[in-house]
């Protein structure tokens, strides 16, 4: 027997007026954020499109940023592969070092802070979130540094023997590494905010159930509330690279810029898209001007990959949990 | 061994005074109507929730005496708990979930794959051992439940209206089944129910809320 399916209603809704202007308000707003995002993405490829069109896929795999002679003797090169290598070099650092520290952070906000402790820890955490990145950098430059030279001379001493630990001259100031460790503090509160969030609304029966199985504080952490933050977590830890990836200042500070592509994470040269326009912006010729809001596009869409990521996870992870 | 609650039990703004005694190899109904405080008799005695007021000894171990200030959390009462709206862990396969107790217990792996094994075998579920409890119909998922709280062999099994959605069969099965574990793991089990047919056919004790 052939079973033929009905053809879909359609429902006609009819909205009053207070819906259609709240409607409205609410997608001007939407809207605006959207068209304000156009704007810049279409700004810097328009200012941008000259050093595309003039150095093709070389942008993206030269190491080479020179902006020539005003003469006209030297032309200008301009290449960003040392930068975005040393973009994504710094910023994964970063989350390695902060998403178990914001893991352990969160868990104990939730679960194992005493109530009187457990506001104003919270109210910290925020704030530190709030210090401008230049702080942060000065801090990172003056007394972060110096710590972290004795750390990373440790790491190569007994993990040398591992290539990206190798240093080619024993130098171990103004490094990823150290940029990396400075990013990582700058992003904690975030991660952990996010991260506390999100293990704040484990299910309380799932974790009664873990109890009431004999299961230990750490089981039910392990079953229930490490896996329903999960994808939330992996959210948090998305924004958070979005931030290290974009931070300008605090790693222009701390990072010693040099154009070469570079993976060995404790030497002394690096760099990162955003601090490579904050250190040239200054003094850069029409020419180089373009190549730099090129620059900035890239790392206009890398960031905007991130948080399209981020977003799609946490949807997904909210789908799961339905 | 035996158990005594003699008590205030209460959770939000519930109070109710509850006498229940029970000893071991004993299958004791707890009967009332809906809200009544049965399945807060269940999380109290589970240490999921403190009683306000008197005692909840346990082979003269009390667990939960406010006045002197005695408590034993949950993990340490070696309980089993089958709750009413089964609370299966959604990421975890129906074995799984029933492996949960036994590895918090710091039972390896695969021993405790072979005992989670058999005991959904006991209840009839090993054929859907490797689903998702949201790939499960209501009387599977309470199977699992069940298992999931026997294998421990609890020294107390909590059962909130565990059989309300298996089906006849299964839950003639369940009532041969759960005496004789009782019986053999000389536990004692509190089973909170509606069914006059449960209470008359496995309960040696009655508790009206």
């Known amino acids: 027997m052939e079973i033929i399916a009905p053809d879909k209603r359609k429902i006609a809704v009819r909205r009053g007026i207070v819906d259609k202007a709240f409607r409205g308000v609410v997608t001007a707003g939407s809207m605006i954020s959207l068209i304000v995002l156009a704007l810049i993405a279409a700004f810097l490829l328009y200012r941008g499109f000259e050093v595309f069109r003039d150095f093709g896929l070389k942008f ?18 301009f290449g960003v592969a040392p930068m975005l290598v040393g973009s994504v070099v710094v910023a994964t650092i970063a989350i390695s070092i902060a998403v ?31 210090v401008p990145s230049v702080i942060y950098g000065i801090w990172g430059y003056a007394i972060l540094m110096p710590h972290a030279k004795g750390w990373a001379e440790t790491i190569n001493h007994w993990l040398g023997w591992i290539w990206i630990f190798k240093v080619p001259v024993p130098i171990f100031e103004r490094s990823p590494f150290i940029a990396g460790v400075l990013l990582a503090i700058m992003i904690l509160p975030i991660v952990t905010s996010v991260a506390r969030e999100v293990y704040s609304q484990a299910p309380q029966d799932q974790i009664d159930a873990a109890y009431g199985l004999g299961g230990t504080r750490w089981g039910a952490m392990r079953t229930v509330v490490l896996p329903f933050g999960k994808s939330g977590l992996v959210g948090g830890a998305m924004l958070g690279l979005g931030r290290a990836l974009g931070e300008t200042v605090a790693v222009y500070l701390v990072l010693n810029l040099v154009f070469k592509v570079n993976f060995q994470i404790l030497a002394s040269a690096g760099g990162s898209v955003a ?40 949807n997904r992870a909210g789908k799961s949990q339905r | 061994m035996s158990l005594e609650l003699h008590g205030t039990v ?32 269940i999380h109290t005695i589970a240490g999921l929730a403190a009683l306000a007021d008197g005692s909840l000894i346990v082979n003269d171990t009390p667990w939960d005496v406010p006045a002197n200030n005695q408590w034993v959390s949950p ?38 794959l072979e005992r989670a094994m058999e005991t959904l075998s006991e209840v009839d579920a090993h054929a859907f051992a490797l689903r998702t409890p949201a790939s499960l119909s209501g009387g599977e ?20 209206e565990p059989f309300s959605a298996v089906d006849e069969r299964s839950h003639a099965d369940f009532l041969q089944l759960l005496p004789r574990i009782v019986r053999e793991t000389g536990a004692i089990a509190l089973m909170v129910t509606h069914d006059h047919s449960d209470v008359s056919a496995i309960a040696s004790r009655v508790v009206g809320l």
């Not at chain 1, 795999?61 to 200008?76: E, H, M, Q, R």
């Not at chain 1, 904050?278 to 001007?289: I, K, N």
């Open chain 2, 141 to 160: 998922r309470q199977r699992v439940a069940l298992a999931r709280a026997l294998v421990m062999k609890p020294r107390v099994l909590l059962l909130d």
């Open chain 1, 60 to 77: 993206f795999t030269s190491s080479k940023w020179d902006a020539g002679a005003d003469d006209g003797s030297i032309a200008p090169s």
């Open chain 2, 75 to 112: 993990e340490q009462r070696g309980c089993g708990v089958v709750f009413q709206d089964v609370r299966l862990f959604p990421h975890l396969n129906a074995v799984q979930n029933v492996m949960f107790g036994l590895r918090s217990g710091g039972v390896k792996r695969n021993d405790a």
């Open chain 1, 100 to 130: 178990p520290f914001a893991v352990v952070m969160a868990l104990f906000l939730c679960f194992y802070a005493p109530r009187f402790l457990r506001r104003p820890m919270t109210s910290v955490l925020d704030l530190v979130a709030a």
């Open chain 2, 10 to 41: 209460h959770r939000g703004d519930f109070q109710r005074h509850v006498d229940v005694t029970a000893d071991n190899g004993e299958v004791v109904a707890i009967v009332g109507a809906n809200g009544s405080g049965k399945s807060t008799v």
């Open chain 1, 275 to 314: 601090s490579l326009i904050a250190s040239r912006f200054g003094e850069a010729g029409p020419y180089e001007l373009k190549a730099l809001m090129a620059a900035g596009l890239v790392l206009f869409i890398i960031t905007l990959i991130v948080n399209f990521i981020a977003s799609s996870i946490v």
